[in-house]
């Protein structure tokens, strides 16, 4: 992609509105653009990262069995109204009427929905266990939305639904979604901290809290200190594929052996970790699971029949990662004065081309080639070609964070080499132009 065609409306001051370093990057960085308080448009570079994250997201669902649906953003009142949430939710529901008069909401989460959908299809313990989730915009009409992305009234959500036959199998699901999560957020370079939390409106007695340590987080949390140490990448593949329930079963015993809580249900008088040792700090919730058992199930009639003849209601359990709250929480973990620094696994383009001089024939037939190479290797280059300042050039390349950056200008080319920079180390070096290029390849 050439910069000077690029659609990235750049933002030279720091935008008043914007309280914390993410909200204040996306927005300089032409990521994204509010539209209405806590509902946001997602513009070319934004899009990108926030697909990057949804990939991932999709990936480890995909790889626990979990199988992708999509359901819609509108549901009919009368659904809410089974299990009994439509008059609890309260004032977060964003409550519609269509032309027939006919009450509908736009979904804060897809509980209901998706256990009508199992209700209706799946009759027999055999049809057992599933998974379904999607990914999808979801609405909740916060009282305070703040912070860009990261509390938003419309937001991109990861909702999985599991559905199974018996609580100890419905463990099995939970533990699964767990580990999933363990692997989503470490692919992101991110260290989710598990915490037992309060279940909330979406109910049930066993749950967890996944928070990513910041200044800027909204929960208080309370860890262990070991928890700043552990190995949060010891699931690879073959690990994964390998395991069974016990192995599962020790791996979120072991992720979950320490004390790690939330404000709202620390207690310093039953916590195990002496005070002068335990790390008080604030966290990004980035996700949440859920066992909640027969919760919806029970008062929506989703049952199935057994072999004996007996029908039981269905185990259930519901798992969600904030998809665009994490592309806040990820530039909060991944910053410095000069802007973004994007993780490899999340950034929009792998590397920024620079010609340092737009107007020089040498440059630009060099900047050209390096392009076209970088472009037949498939490598996603963001190439500015404008005619601008190299300092404006530079501030940008670093505002947007690409993790590679490659500069060609009139003293490299009489020189045969390029200049290579690496965002996150500031490291750079004077490389042939094909040693530069399998840098960043690899
Ligand atoms: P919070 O406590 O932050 O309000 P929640 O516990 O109400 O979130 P869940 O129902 O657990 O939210 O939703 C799953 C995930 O969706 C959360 O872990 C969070 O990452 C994300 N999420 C929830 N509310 C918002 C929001 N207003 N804006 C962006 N992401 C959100
Ligand atoms: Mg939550």
New binding site residues.
């Given amino acids: 992609m050439r910069l000077s065609q690029y659609f990235l409306p750049l933002i030279r001051e720091n935008p008043n509105e914007a309280q914390i370093v993410s909200h204040r990057l996306m927005l300089r960085a032409g990521m994204v653009r509010q539209s209405a308080a806590?509902i946001y448009s997602w513009l070319p570079l934004g899009l990108r990262v926030l697909k990057r994250v949804e990939q991932i997201v999709r990936e480890e669902q995909d790889r626990t069995g979990a199988q992708e649906i999509l359901m819609p953003t509108i549901q009919p009142a009368d659904l809410w109204r089974e299990s009994g949430r439509y008059d609890d939710y309260g004032e977060e529901m964003l409550r519609i009427r269509d032309r027939h008069e006919r009450e509908m909401l736009y979904g804060?989460?897809n509980e209901e929905m998706v256990t009508a959908i199992v209700r209706d299809a799946i009759k027999s313990y055999r049809d057992l266990p599933k998974n379904l989730y999607h990914i999808q915009w979801?609405f909740?009409d916060?009282v305070r939305?703040r912070f860009g992305?990261?509390?938003?009234?419309e937001?991109?959500?990861k909702?999985a639904y599991s559905f199974d036959l018996d609580a100890a199998g419905a463990k099995h699901s939970y533990n699964k979604m767990f580990v999933a999560y363990l692997r989503t957020f470490a692919r992101m370079g991110l260290k989710a901290i598990p915490m037992r939390?309060e279940t909330?409106?979406?109910g049930g007695d066993l749950s967890h809290?996944?928070q990513v340590l910041a200044e800027t987080g909204?929960?208080e949390v309370f860890v262990h200190p070991d928890y700043l140490e552990m190995d949060w990448e010891s699931f690879d593949d073959g690990w994964y594929q390998a395991s069974g329930r016990d192995a599962l079963e020790a791996a979120v015993a072991h992720f979950t052996g320490l004390y790690a809580a939330t404000g709202d249900i620390h207690d310093p008088a039953q916590c195990p970790v002496p005070a002068d040792k335990l790390v008080t700090a604030r966290g990004?919730?980035?996700?949440?699971t859920?066992y909640f058992g027969t919760k919806y199930s029970v008062p929506m009639g989703a049952v199935v029949n057994l072999a004996d003849g007996r029908s039981a209601p269905l185990e259930m359990g519901s798992y969600?990662?904030?998809?665009?709250?994490?592309v806040g929480a990820l530039i909060e973990a991944n910053h410095d004065d000069g802007g973004i620094i994007w993780p490899d696994s999340v950034a929009p383009f792998r590397v920024g081309l620079i010609n340092l001089r737009a107007g020089d024939a040498k440059c630009a037939v060099a900047a050209d080639e390096l392009y076209a190479r970088l472009s037949d290797r498939g490598i996603e280059v963001l190439y500015d070609d404008r005619d601008e300042s190299p300092g404006a050039k530079f501030a940008t390349m670093d505002l947007i964070g690409l993790p590679w950056q490659l500069i060609v200008g009139p003293r490299g080319i009489a020189a045969g080499t390029v200049e290579l920079k690496n965002r996150r180390s500031g490291e750079r070096l004077e490389l042939a132009a094909e040693a530069a290029l399998q840098r960043i390849a690899t």
Wanted: hydrophobic content about 40%.
């Fill in positions: 806590g804060p989460t979801k909740r916060e939305p992305v990261m509390r938003g009234r937001f991109l959500m909702d939390a909330g409106p979406i809290e996944f909204e929960s990004i919730e980035v996700g949440q859920f969600g990662i904030g998809v665009s709250r994490l």
